[in-house]
């Protein structure tokens, strides 16, 4: 790293010049290096990873998702040891699942029927019938509770009871059959 002062008689200097030099800031540091094109490897594990990365982007692009799902990606994407976005997330979670041999089935359009007398009904669409649970707790961070649910004509039904009135239940939705690796984002909703 070159630090420069004043770089080409300026206060700052950014972007490349003839394709020889290109001028930066990094860290605060007014910085030039040569201008280099980067190596493109294609070698097939390249290619296998790059494939799983297309098609995890164009799971999500072709998943049609509910500002609901949209909004529980995003809260899950909070737990996360690194800052990102829901769409990051699932594009992570899908890629480790095709890393692990595990399909991607999407669990959508998650609903939540209103809670009452201690129990709420929540669906959620899902293209096949795989074998699927919910996972719900009271925080964020920790969902011990598993329900079973029933599955007709492309939707899931799951009724969870025994809630308490006036508290917050996080949960998600996950394909548990052998070889899946789909879930849901994290959905919270407050008992009545």
């Given at each position: 790293?070159?630090?420069?002062?004043?770089?080409?008689?300026?206060?700052?200097?950014?972007?490349?010049?003839?394709?020889?030099?290109?001028?930066?800031?990094?860290?605060?540091?007014?910085?030039?290096?040569?201008?280099?094109?980067?190596?493109?490897?294609?070698?097939?594990?390249?290619?296998?990873?790059?494939?799983?990365?297309?098609?995890?982007?164009?799971?999500?692009?072709?998943?049609?998702?509910?500002?609901?799902?949209?909004?529980?990606?995003?809260?899950?994407a909070t737990l996360a040891i690194k800052p990102m976005s829901g769409f990051n997330n699932f594009?992570?979670?899908?890629?480790?699942?095709?890393?692990?041999?595990?399909?991607?089935?999407?669990?959508?359009?998650?609903?939540?029927?209103?809670?009452?007398?201690?129990?709420?009904?929540?669906?959620?669409?899902?293209?096949?019938?795989k074998t699927a649970k919910l996972y719900y707790g009271t925080s964020k961070t920790n969902q011990?509770?598993?329900?079973?649910?029933?599955?007709?004509?492309?939707?899931?039904?799951?009724?969870?009871?025994?809630?308490?009135?006036?508290?917050?239940?996080?949960?998600?939705?996950?394909?548990?059959?052998?070889?899946?690796?789909?879930?849901?984002?994290?959905?919270?909703?407050?008992?009545?």
């Amino acid at each position: 790293m070159a630090k420069v002062i004043a770089p080409l008689f300026s206060l700052g200097a950014s972007g490349k010049l003839a394709k020889s030099l290109v001028y930066m800031k990094w860290k605060g540091i007014d910085d030039v290096r040569q201008y280099l094109i980067p190596a493109n490897p294609k070698t097939a594990k390249q290619q296998s990873q790059r494939s799983k990365m297309t098609d995890a982007v164009e799971k999500w692009q072709t998943t049609q998702w509910t500002a609901d799902d949209l909004a529980a990606w995003n809260l899950l994407a909070t737990l996360a040891i690194k800052p990102m976005s829901g769409f990051n997330n699932f594009i992570q979670l899908h890629i480790n699942a095709a890393i692990a041999g595990k399909a991607w089935t999407s669990l959508y359009q998650t609903v939540i029927g209103t809670p009452s007398g201690g129990q709420v009904t929540i669906t959620v669409k899902c293209t096949e019938d795989k074998t699927a649970k919910l996972y719900y707790g009271t925080s964020k961070t920790n969902q011990p509770n598993e329900q079973s649910g029933t599955y007709a004509t492309g939707t899931w039904t799951f009724t969870l009871t025994g809630l308490q009135a006036g508290v917050q239940y996080f949960f998600y939705t996950k394909n548990t059959a052998t070889g899946e690796g789909a879930r849901t984002g994290l959905y919270s909703f407050t008992a009545a």
